[in-house]
């Protein structure tokens, strides 16, 4: 539009030219490269979502497509198109009808079946130089994939599967998948269905597709690290094992964990010690905590008999945010290698793999990151990654890290395939606005627990989106008071809670999520409150 008016001619003038001083120009492209237009609307999405230099070909598409307006218009297309009406009339139904057809692709867009057929990696990249230069069609398509409006609270429950009729509190447990991601699975399903031998090639490390290495730059841009650290894994106890079965412990060694420990990392390490004759060494963090008082008991552990430490980022029952960023450096200090268990932190916590130091690192994607079931990540240290192999020996052993990860067999790796489309839906939600909601959830559960007897294991700093509440009790906890709890509040009330014996304690885990709002927090605590727990003192 404005290319039209700026170069139409005037009637006195026999040839079409740009009557315009460079004063004027000027300041045309100053205000065009300033307005929230769709270009520039699109450049700035691409350039949060994917960086500055991955966009670079979209910005230099848009100038080119740009530049040729305008030449175009100068030649004289403009007077062209006044000399002959009837032209101009057919054109503009012709553009009528485009502005339709581009309405129908966002209103197909917004379904959740939008993404199928798309390649795992052309769905996770930036628009390219011909999508900007040629194509406001595929401008669209890439403004809605990349970025759907998503509402926070009980409006959110639409993009789940959830039941209608409970509260889900105890997302730390399983997760939920999107709906989105579950169809994208469900499509990666059929298509490796439809032709089994090409499916599977594309996943072997010697092919060249390797879709499982497009998934591992996507995970590793996340995380702020790169491919060749990422190796995908199935869980995070799987990941935790591969590191275990790779180091040589023997007698006299140690392998340091935490009272707080995921149960399957516990019997992993148990298990090796008795393989290895390595002994396994469990500091207590007594419960309530401060991040000081956990630094300074792990450290005292610490000596030079421990051959691996293995530190949760985010604790499974207990909910803690352990002070990683405070314990690694001095274990490294020490020349004791650290393994951080993360299974709740992807989706939980900002994560830059690289910079945190950690030796390896393991995550579960299908938690806090939206993707389904069966994936995950392991990341190791350039130092650690030669030293790194997969729990399987299979096909690929001889490749190293992480290639002899990609392919252990025939297995669905439709969950890994799925990843990129959680990333997606993780980035509509926005992490900021996302974290700001749980962290107000979070508060409001705080508030309404404390109020019905519960009390908190440590303070609120040392929580994200999970807190951990201890029932008092007139005597020690019980593994059958636990379940009466989670029984009971979801019999009763409808409401999913995660409760479990630590010790002697018996603690009460309340999550945030998207999907989750401040009433049912406060509805949680109404009900502890009426109903209780066993022994409740």
């Not at 039209?4 to 004063?23: C, F, K, V």
């Not at 005292?300 to 450096?329: G, K, Y």
């Not at 989106?465 to 009763?492: C, G, N, S, Y």
Request: proline share 6%; aromatic share 6%.
């Amino acid at each position: 539009m404005y290319l039209y008016l700026i170069s139409a001619p005037r009637e006195t003038d026999p040839m079409p030219t740009l009557s315009l001083t460079i004063g004027p120009l000027a300041l045309f492209a100053f205000v065009a490269s300033i307005t929230p237009g769709p270009n520039n609307l699109l450049l700035m999405r691409s350039g949060a979502m994917f960086g500055v230099r991955r966009s670079l070909r979209h910005v230099f598409g848009i100038q080119t497509g740009f530049v040729a307006l305008v030449v175009l218009s100068h030649l004289g297309v403009a007077a062209l198109l006044l000399a002959l009406p009837a032209t101009m009339s057919v054109l503009r139904w012709a553009c009528f009808g485009y502005l339709l057809w581009l309405a129908w692709l966002i209103l197909r867009d917004a379904h959740p079946r939008a993404a199928a057929g798309a390649s795992v990696e052309s769905r996770s990249r930036p628009l390219r130089f011909n999508g900007a230069a040629g194509g406001a069609h595929r401008a669209v398509d890439a403004a809605m994939s990349a970025h759907a409006e998503v509402t926070l609270g009980r409006a959110a429950r639409r993009h789940f599967l959830l039941r209608a009729d409970g509260s889900f509190l105890n997302h730390g447990s399983y997760g939920a998948c999107p709906r989105v991601v579950t169809e994208d699975q469900s499509r990666l399903r059929s298509e490796m269905e439809s032709h089994p031998d090409a499916f599977m090639a594309r996943m072997h490390p010697d092919r060249e597709q390797r879709e499982p290495r497009a998934v591992a730059r996507e995970l590793a841009a996340f995380t702020g690290t790169t491919s060749d650290h990422i190796a995908l894994v199935e869980n995070a106890t799987t990941g935790v094992q591969a590191v275990l079965n790779s180091l040589p412990f023997g007698p006299g060694d140690h392998i340091l964990i935490t009272d707080h420990q995921y149960n399957a990392v516990r019997l992993g390490v148990e298990a090796r010690c008795r393989e290895t004759g390595a002994t396994p060494v469990v500091v207590r963090i007594p419960l309530p905590t401060t991040s000081d008082d956990i630094v300074e008991r792990i450290l005292a552990a610490a000596d030079a008999r421990v051959r691996l430490v293995i530190l949760d980022h985010i604790t499974s029952p207990s909910a803690l945010v352990l002070p990683v960023e405070r314990l690694i450096p001095e274990l490294r200090r020490r020349g004791i290698p650290a393994l951080i268990d993360g299974a709740h932190a992807i989706g939980q916590l900002p994560l830059q793999l690289d910079a945190l130091g950690a030796d390896w690192y393991v995550s579960n994607m299908h938690k806090w990151a939206y993707a389904p079931r069966g994936s995950a990540l392991l990341y190791a240290s350039q130092a650690a990654a030669p030293l790194t192999r997969p729990v399987l020996t299979s096909h690929y052993i001889g490749m190293g890290f992480p290639h002899s990860f990609d392919y252990v067999g025939t297995r669905d790796y439709t969950a890994w395939l799925a990843v990129p489309r959680a990333l997606q839906f993780l980035r509509e939600l926005g992490t900021a606005q996302l974290w700001a909601h749980e962290s107000r959830l979070i508060e409001v559960a705080s508030g309404a627990l404390q109020s019905a007897g519960a009390v908190p294991i440590a303070p609120a700093s040392l929580s994200a989106a999970m807190r951990a509440f201890l029932l008092p009790q007139r005597r020690p906890a019980l593994d059958a008071d636990a379940a009466h709890v989670i029984r009971t509040l979801w019999e009763q009330e409808r409401i999913q809670i995660r409760c479990a014996r630590i010790g002697a304690a018996l603690l009460l885990r309340v999550c945030a999520q998207a999907y989750v709002e401040a009433d049912e927090m406060q509805a949680l605590g109404a009900a502890l409150a009426r109903h209780g727990w066993p022994e409740r003192r």
